[in-house]
Nanobody, 125 residues
Framework: VQLQACGRGLVQAWESLRLSCEASGYIFSLYPVAWFRQAPGKEREFVGAISWSGGYTYYVESVKSRFTVSRDNAKNTAYLQMNGLRPEDTGVYSC???????????????????WGQGTLVTVSS
């Protein structure tokens, strides 16, 4: 099982960036996917997640209305569309698979595994 986050970039405040999470080695459509980020010197933080069906999403309050998580089960890929980026969004973004088939979205990193290698997003002011 592998997940790989792609789309690192250096952007300016208020710009947009889309990250991709490419999955392999399992039946992608049966598991939720979450995005987390870790800023320098801070704990890893839940950003958003999408249910296995794609019908339900959840976001941390600080990114609501700016970020959108989506998935294309035919391509085994999840996405994190980030609009209106702010310097405080800077960090290493990682995607992870829920531990359970048909599992619910949770905010805890303990409920996710198979963490992909993160990708750095830097937002300059």
């Amino acid at each position: 099982v592998q997940l790989q986050a792609c789309g690192r970039g250096l952007v300016q405040a208020w710009e947009s960036l889309r990250l991709s999470c490419e999955a392999s080695g399992y039946i992608f459509s049966l598991y939720p996917v979450a995005w987390f980020r870790q800023a320098p010197g801070k704990e890893r933080e839940f950003v958003g997640a999408i249910s296995w069906s794609g019908g339900y999403t959840y976001y941390v309050e600080s990114v609501k209305s700016r970020f959108t998580v989506s998935r294309d089960n035919a391509k085994n890929t999840a996405y994190l569309q980030m609009n209106g980026l702010r310097p405080e969004d800077t960090g290493v973004y990682s995607c992870a698979r829920g531990r359970k088939r048909y599992g619910e979205i949770t905010l805890s990193s303990d409920d996710y595994n198979n963490w992909g290698q993160g990708t750095l997003v830097t937002v300059s002011s």
